[in-house]
């Protein structure tokens, strides 16, 4: 009976902050139903670092519990600290992640012109999909080719999402360009 008047209190609180004249109010389109985790997680990304500017507590907390549940991990120093700053920003502790795999993720600037290139492998007969998205709305490439250089995905928008089944277990490149005019922030999600 407790655990059930606690859940009910949660649902409570969480629908009172919705009622809150721009407390859980969508920074920006939410991504379709059914959208792949990576999609999800790149616009949770993307949603925190509004909320943070923003300082919109419930806002960043939902992106946080978003990214959470997800399994994400940081894959470099930047990124894990703007996960830390955002945790501090946060009135809810950050939680426990119960899965040690999962999609990770890379935030950055990109200045007009600038690339950046990495490597990742991904296991052959299992889902692979990285998700792009720029909050600014710029229109960064992400180019993907595998270990022979055929491309595997290649789109140019503010948010792309690249799916396959590989093959073979190998390393691919992922190549990210902003060919604009202005510098851009973007989060890169591997799953």
Not at 89 to 106: A, D, E, I, N
Request: aromatic residues 4%; hydrophobic residues 45%.
């Amino acid at each position: 009976m407790r655990i059930g008047m606690l859940a009910l209190v949660v649902v409570f609180a969480v629908s009172a902050c919705t009622n809150t004249p721009g407390a859980l109010t969508p920074l920006r389109p939410a991504p379709p139903a059914g959208a792949a985790a990576s999609v999800q997680l790149a616009e949770a990304l993307a949603q925190a670092d509004i909320a943070a500017e923003t300082r919109n507590a419930a806002g960043l907390a939902q992106s946080l519990a978003t990214i959470a549940a997800l399994g994400a991990r940081p894959l470099d120093a930047s990124s894990a600290a703007q996960l830390a700053q955002w945790q501090s920003q946060s009135p809810v502790p950050p939680p426990m992640r119960g899965r040690t795999l999962g999609p990770g993720y890379r935030q950055g600037v990109l200045a007009a012109g600038e690339g950046l290139s990495l490597e990742q492998s991904f296991l052959s007969g299992q889902k692979a999909s990285i998700a792009l998205t720029a909050p600014a709305g710029s229109a960064l490439l992400l180019q993907v080719t595998d270990s022979s250089a055929k491309p595997v995905c290649t789109d140019r928008a503010a948010t792309v999402s690249c799916q396959w089944i590989p093959i073979f277990t190998q390393r691919h490149t992922i190549r990210l360009t902003n060919p604009g005019q202005q510098s851009a922030r973007f989060y890169l999600v591997i799953e």
